[in-house]
Nanobody, 129 residues
Framework: QVRLIESGGGLVQAGGSRRLSCAASGRTFINCAMGWFRQAPGREREFVAAVSRSGINTNYADSVKGRFTISRDNAKNTVDLQMNSLNPEDTAVYYC??????????????????????WGQGTQVTVSS
């Protein structure tokens, strides 16, 4: 079992920045590939960013590429999402997700919701225009 707790959500003006953090506990963090997803009202949960177990390999949704940065600290069991140049379309509940896969390559990342086994409770980000 992996427990994930997100923090850092809130209200931000368009053009501003916000940093989300996810703290993991339970199974060995370095054995988990991590991701961030978001869900806006009336829409399906969508992929935002992913990072491999090593932290070296990352992937981003086209809508956030160049604005968001995912990073992880395997010593602190955390994964962060730095969000810059926010716009109202980024308003959503943001979820941290983990997939436990110690047998996979350290460089794999995953972009589908079905790839992930564990989810946080979500943190709301609201971008005002």
């Amino acid at each position: 079992q992996v427990r994930l707790i997100e923090s850092g959500g809130g209200l931000v003006q368009a053009g501003g920045s916000r940093r989300l953090s996810c703290a993991a506990s339970g199974r060995t963090f370095i054995n988990c590939a991590m991701g961030w997803f978001r869900q806006a009202p009336g829409r399906e949960r969508e992929f935002v960013a992913a990072v491999s177990r090593s932290g070296i390999n990352t992937n981003y949704a086209d809508s956030v590429k160049g604005r968001f940065t995912i990073s992880r600290d395997n010593a602190k069991n955390t994964v962060d999402l730095q969000m810059n140049s926010l716009n109202p379309e980024d308003t959503a509940v943001y979820y941290c997700a983990a997939t436990y896969d110690p047998s996979s390559s350290m460089h794999n990342y995953y972009i589908k919701t079905s790839d992930y086994d564990y989810w946080g409770q979500g943190t709301q980000v609201t971008v005002s225009s």
